[in-house]
């Protein structure tokens, strides 16, 4: 949803003139088009509560095709190229070397040639590496006399023969820059094997210890008569490129080709003000473009979400089952789990005895073994308070765990009843005078409410960590009101429907949505705010913040 | 490549016939699924007077990537202990994995590597990450992921 009035961040001061200059030109609009569809509506209350400027929490990204990829890398490519005056094929083998680092590659470059050249796999290495001291083999690779011996037994004199399939049928061989000929047959096995069983775009000479890079047109020729596996190549090198560039990802969403680009996210610093919600062009596939939770988790940010999420992988269940299976000895409070049925308790680690049901000292219950009436005696209530103290933390977690919890399961539900109620709307459609654009607000509705509970869902995950104060009441007031808003709407879905009543309810609907829509947008844009002034104060340790 | 497999293995059966290296003895090749060897070390090293038994299990993809090669572990066999080889005898070898491997290596040039890997081994202890390794590791050492076989290489 990105806004048609877009400001550079220098537009700032003149910011009120320009916003009313938009008001003046949207009533213009409307006085001219006297019934606006049901469609212009909608969009006008996407940018309601900040009509004609963009949101803070709008992250800027652009999309790139596959095409648009391919051309960056040439771009590159040239422009290596262009500076030694080398092959842009042997250009584009030193920057993957390089791991598409120019600035590296040309100060390098500069300094060594020769020996670059050599390290890339461009030209074969002077000294073949004899000796035992390769540095970059960590490895049991030994030079043995016999495996000489046995390449001289296989390259035998007079017709071609292949040393690795040992077919002198074989006429058509190819070799790299370093003459180590081989069969074609051969070679098409090896980078198809490379390719496809690997993943590896790099392939080398098939030459023991030969390290020479085979050339992007020696694979194409080899590969000719095979081109999803020369695609799926090119595949392989744009994704080392998109991988080594911090400001592109490709989009997670399965079978899509497409990449964004997304400068503003590249910097580890940046991550602590902005959270990089975006999306391919594709509405759907939306992503965070610096963490691999795939969810929008606004308004966290992605490395307080990555602790939330990591608590709750670790600690939810496990939180749980010890608060309703255990309880703590009032002394030294470990945690014990009552597996018997006699209510006096022997603790293992300070041998305290207690009573279960009361938590106080086994001593005051005489001979009532088996049950206590002691509920009220002093000792056992300040036995008890101290319990719960202990017990208030987990409490604390649960509490925002469920409601986080809960928020994700309820969104999932209301997308089980649109389905339900998409089939109703439809056969509407059929019976009654209502038009197909008339029985939208449902589904426009549902997805609104969607949205709204991932946000209230992290806006738990986020209250949990608010460090207590002004900033985070304000913060759970905002959360209140689109809780409620959200609850209400939701309560609207689940109405029945039918042909009498759907006016009424399609105008409280579409009211509702649209508030709804407000209220989110005002924790989103508030919190964004916050990370940008700098309000947000947690109460745990978070890396890029004091 | 079925037909350029069987033809490479013939031809290297050849070879191997007409003669192995010191302390390098085929056992079986009966198939071309399975080979079997043994290797003993020669000269005073940390493993003389030892026979360890080394199985290669070849794919249709062989020789264009390597064999599978471990040691055989059994009630009559034990593997060497060394820093590079696990006690369930799977190989920790560059040669053995995408990067080291050459199709031009034969089975024999492994053979020899893992001789040469045998007696240049100066203390006999197993790799650091043994009790790690073993238990999570698939049968075939071809199958195991990069990142399970690690520290030996760091060793």
């Known amino acids: 949803m990105s806004s048609d009035y877009e400001y550079s961040d220098d537009d700032g001061d003149y910011y009120d003139e320009d916003e009313l200059m938009d008001q003046d030109d949207q009533v213009a609009n409307h006085s001219a088009d006297s019934a606006p569809s049901e469609e ?7 940018d ?12 800027e990204s652009t ?7 391919e051309r960056a890398m040439d771009e590159n490519i040239e422009y290596i190229a262009g500076i030694f005056g080398i092959e842009p094929e042997v250009a584009s083998i030193l920057l993957r070397h390089f791991e598409w680092n120019k600035e590296k590659l040309t100060e390098k470059y500069v300094d060594n040639p020769t020996g670059i050249n050599a390290e890339a796999g461009v030209s074969a290495k002077p000294n073949p590496p004899r000796s035992t001291t390769s540095g970059s083999s960590r490895s049991t690779r030994r030079t043995t006399p016999a495996s000489s011996r046995s390449k001289k037994s296989l390259s035998v004199e007079g017709p071609f023969v292949c040393p690795i399939c040992f077919d002198d049928t074989q006429t058509r061989t190819l070799a790299l820059a370093c003459s180590h000929k081989f069969c074609t047959e051969c070679w098409t096995a090896y980078a198809t094997n490379k390719i496809r069983s690997e993943g590896e775009f790099k392939t080398t ?7 020479l890079v085979a050339t992007d047109s020696f694979i194409q020729s080899v590969l000719a008569t095979d081109l999803p596996t020369f695609d799926r190549f090119k595949e392989l090198l744009a994704r080392h490129f998109v991988s080594c560039n911090r400001k592109l990802k490709f989009c997670p969403y399965p079978e899509c080709a497409q990449t964004v680009s997304c400068p503003a996210a590249a910097s580890k610093f940046a991550l602590t003000t902005i959270i990089p919600i975006v999306n391919c062009g594709d509405e759907k596939h939306k ?10 988790h606004r308004p966290l940010i992605c490395s307080v979400s990555k602790l939330w999420t990591q608590k709750c992988r670790d600690d939810s269940e496990t939180a749980n089952w010890i608060k309703s299976n255990t309880k703590e000895c009032s002394k030294c409070q470990s945690t014990i789990e009552k597996d018997g049925g006699c209510n006096h308790m022997t603790c293992k680690k300070c041998k305290y005895e207690f009573c279960w049901v009361c938590m106080g000292p086994w001593s005051e219950h005489g001979t009532a073994w088996y049950s206590c009436n002691r509920f009220d005696e002093k000792e056992s209530v300040e036995a008890r308070d101290a319990q719960s103290k202990s017990r208030a933390s987990l409490e604390r977690y649960l509490h925002y765990y469920n409601r986080w919890a809960n928020h994700e399961q309820s969104a999932k539900l209301s997308m089980d009843l649109y389905a ?5 709307m439809e056969e509407m459609q059929l019976t009654s005078a209502l038009t197909w654009i008339e029985v939208q607000f449902m589904k426009k ?8 509970r991932m946000t209230l869902k992290w806006t738990y995950a986020m209250a949990y960590y608010l460090q207590k104060g002004n900033e985070k009441e304000l913060f759970e007031d905002n959360q209140r009101d689109l809780e409620k808003a959200v609850e209400d709407l939701s309560e609207l879905l689940e109405q029945p429907i039918d042909t009498e009543t759907i006016g009424a309810l399609r105008q409280k609907v579409t009211d509702k949505t649209v508030y709804v829509q407000k209220r989110n947008e005002i924790v989103l844009e508030d919190s964004a705010q916050g990370y940008l002034e700098g309000r947000w104060k947690w109460n745990t340790p978070v890396e890029g913040f004091d | 490549m079925a037909l350029a497999h069987t033809r490479r293995l013939n031809k290297e059966l050849a070879e191997i016939h007409a003669g192995t290296p010191v302390g390098i003895n085929l056992v079986n090749a009966d198939t071309f699924e399975k080979w079997l060897f043994t290797i003993e070390v020669m000269g005073t090293s940390e493993y003389e007077a030892k026979k360890f038994l080394l199985m290669f299990r070849f794919d249709n993809t062989y020789p264009i990537s390597a064999p599978a090669v471990q040691f055989v572990v059994d009630d009559t066999h034990k593997a060497p202990v060394h820093p590079h080889v696990y006690s369930n005898g799977h190989i920790c070898a560059s040669i053995l994995g995408r990067e080291g491997w050459s199709p031009v290596l034969t089975v024999i040039a492994v053979c020899i590597t893992i001789q040469s890997m045998l007696a240049s081994c100066k203390k006999k202890e197993p790799p650091l990450d043994n009790d790690r390794y073993v238990p999570r590791a698939p049968e075939n050492p071809k199958k195991v992921s990069i990142s399970l076989m690690v520290s030996p290489l760091l060793a």
């Open chain 1, 420 to 424: 339900k109620t998409e089939k109703k």
């Open chain 1, 40 to 46: 212009e509506m909608d969009i006008d209350a996407f």
């Open chain 1, 205 to 211: 000479c098939m030459a023991e210890e030969c390290t």
């Open chain 1, 63 to 69: 999309t790139l095709s596959k095409h648009d990829l």
């Open chain 1, 287 to 296: 992503f965070c473009f610096a963490c691999p939770i795939e969810d929008d």
């Open chain 1, 445 to 452: 509705a549902v997805d609104e409410v969607f949205r709204c």
């Open chain 1, 48 to 59: 309601l509560p900040t009509k004609g400027k963009q949101k803070s929490y709008h992250i």
